[in-house]
């Protein structure tokens, strides 16, 4: 329901306490509900903020580049503040530019084929480890993979003996950090004890914590030698005035650069495999793609151009279960957005969820149909409906990166194996900072046939 000045007071914080209530127990419910009620624009009140969701691609191309400058996205990030500290995910102005311009090298896509052989080995060290006919969890497994890669290629550090446990740290803290809002308004759940919310995260986080420095004390000893990767290019990196950064600004950015360069890509890997689960003739026709391009082995740079519908199923994958699911920025000044007079102070939600399901922008939004995507004879959608790396000045640096190791690993896995969703297990998303299934992605795991177009 959504408030007026002219309701009541006593009615109008009824509806308040109700939408936040709604928004917490289901935000991707809430905000499917706002959409499909109010059309292509809404505005609620929670707590003392006003709030608007837009839902047109006009508007996103307003928030993320025309009016960009008008909009701050570390005012509504505190929760990932509290984890990460200041990386680039958490920065505004100024200083995001710089970082961004520090890390963009890293990122840069001859840098990105460079991590290829890295990327192959590592899958198919995972590959080897499994047998057809167990059952595994394949967010697990992706968590683990994703995780040592980022680790590898990223990093230069091998923790194939920690992924477990770094793995249960990170967890951890974005459990506890998405329910920031909730605990930290209660004092007694802020005390630093193994059962409150903050101390579970303030130990998830020493954790990671001790993992991430100690990276950075080994490189810093090995100055001004620069070691190739992103924390040795962050502590020899100078600005203008040949300032560099400080070794708590090195640690918030390799934080931020090793949970964004691991979890949104195991995410879409599960999420794809659950998909190709349910859908055998897709499936199909990607192994097919995959036998008559690769017959069996692992993709070289240049065979990955030569697997458009690899690139197809990931797109789509992507729209229906993107790894970011909602952007938040709060306005810093007034500005109009598709006709709409947004105030400072206001806070504004593009839910990537919402619009990639929406008909008015994607036919049959509901059903797996990767065809949507063909370059050549797919379904045109408008540009902004479609935005699962952001957009702007904040577009994902590491978007070169996903697409490459997604494409590379579901290669190389359906080959070789068919993950298939084991019978009865509920499939439940869940909208932390990024979105994962709830219960994890219990699937059986069966021996690849031949496509018999190809035997």
Known sequence: MITSPSTHPVKRYLINARNMLCYYRDPLAYMTWMQRTYGKMSSSTIGKTTMYAFFTPEAVRAVLIDHAHAFSNRELNQPLVSFLGDGLLTID?????????????????????????????????????????????????????????????????????????????????????????????????????????????YRAKARLDQFVSKIIAERRAELPQDSGDIVSMLLVARDEDGIGLSDTQVRDEAMTILLAGHETTANLLTWALYLLSRHPAVREKLLNELSTVLAGRSPTIEDLVHLPYLEMVINETLRLYPPAWILLRRAMESVEIDGTNVSAGD???????????????????????????????????????????????????????????????????LQRFTPLLVDGFTVVPRPLITLRPRHGMQMHIEKTRVPATIQ
Request: with cysteine; aromatic share 14%.
């Open 93 to 201: 102005g100024d200083l995001h530019k710089q970082h961004r311009r520090l890390l963009l090298p890293a990122f840069h896509r001859k840098s990105v084929e460079s991590y290829h052989d890295t990327m192959v080995n590592y899958t198919q060290r995972l590959l080897d480890s499994w047998e057809a006919g167990q059952q595994v969890d394949i967010l697990r497994e992706m968590q683990r993979l994703t995780l040592s890669l980022a680790s590898k290629t990223l990093f230069n550090v091998e923790i194939s003996e920690h992924t477990e446990e770094l793995g249960k740290a990170f967890t951890t803290a974005l459990s506890r950090v998405n329910d920031y809002w909730v605990w930290w308004n209660v004092p007694f759940l802020r005390w630093n004890l193994p059962f409150t919310p903050y101390g579970r995260l």
């Open 347 to 413: 806070v504004v939600w593009l839910s990537q969820w919402v619009m990639h399901r929406m008909p008015e922008y994607f036919a049959d939004p509901e059903i797996f149909m990767p065809e949507r995507f063909d370059a050549q004879q797919g379904m045109k959608h408008p540009q902004f409906a479609f935005f699962p790396f952001g957009g702007g000045s904040r577009l994902c640096p590491g978007m070169t990166f996903a697409y490459m190791e997604a494409r590379i690993v579901l290669a190389m896995l």
